[in-house]
T-cell receptor, first 111, second 114 residues
Framework: DAKTTQPPSMDCAEGRAANLPCNHS???????VYWYRQIHSQGPQYIIH???NNETNEMASLIITEDRKSSTLILPHATLRDTAVYYC????????????FGTGTRLQVTL | DTAVSQTPKYLVTQMGNDKSIKCEQN?????MYWYKQDSKKFLKIMFS???????INETVPNRFSPKSPDKAHLNLHINSLELGDSAVYFC?????????????FGPGTRLTVL
């Protein structure tokens, strides 16, 4: 599985958009980009995933560059409850694929 | 209703003991996983089962033995507990075993070995 690089921490004011970057320059053609988050030692929570196209759901948007070497998770209106560690993960679509969690980005949303 | 549940939530025990952690999912998923999160917060997969069959077994000491009595349950039994086993253990499930299937995680079991 390809590795990812994320900044260790970011701050965001409540109500503003939080843009979390991720580099995955060694991603291969059949690998998806996943985002999970972990709020204060709870179980990780799925946010969104994508292959090539940009994706949006009720939680966030995922922007993947055309060369697929990087992506950005966007929380459009961050709230205090979005304070968490955000993990960008690349995983294949074959059988027995697994999620390999890195160190993630600790997002602190402040008033 | 809780989708993925684990018991117990906290487990404190002495070195050398044998303990089990139970996991149940009511999502109708075919695949279940165990992850370990150590004190440095690294989250690593240990095992995954698909339809009660082991499909991923990372480099885990054989003191750890997962048991899947049915698709909805994946229990983790640990023999001869060591100090280094202290961690938070998360169970997860997904519809299938492939990378495109979203994983749903339980609340975790915090194991402390004294």
């Amino acid at each position: 599985d390809a590795k990812t690089t994320q900044p260790p921490s970011m701050d965001c004011a409540e109500g503003r958009a939080a843009n979390l970057p991720c580099n995955h320059s060694t991603i291969s053609g059949n690998e998806y980009v996943y985002w999970y988050r972990q709020i204060h030692s709870q179980g990780p929570q799925y946010i969104i995933h994508g292959l090539k196209n940009n994706e949006t759901n009720e939680m966030a948007s995922l922007i993947i560059t055309e060369d697929r070497k990087s992506s950005t998770l966007i929380l459009p209106h961050a709230t205090l409850r979005d304070t968490a560690v955000y993990y960008c993960i690349v995983s294949g679509s074959g059988t027995a694929s697994k999620l390999t969690f890195g160190t993630g980005t600790r997002l602190q949303v402040t008033l | 209703d809780t989708a993925v549940s684990q018991t117990p939530k906290y487990l404190v025990t002495q070195m050398g003991n044998d303990k089990s952690i139970k996991c149940e999912q009511n999502l109708g998923h075919d695949t279940m996983y165990w992850y370990k999160q150590d004190s440095k917060k690294f989250l690593k997969i240990m095992f995954s089962y698909n339809n009660k069959e082991l499909i991923i077994n990372e480099t885990v000491p054989n003191r750890f033995s997962p048991k899947s009595p049915d698709k909805a349950h994946l229990n983790l039994h640990i023999n001869s507990l060591e100090l280094g086993d202290s961690a938070v253990y998360f169970c997860a499930s997904s519809q299938g075993p492939i990378g495109t299937d979203t994983q749903y995680f339980g609340p975790g079991t915090r194991l402390t070995v004294l």
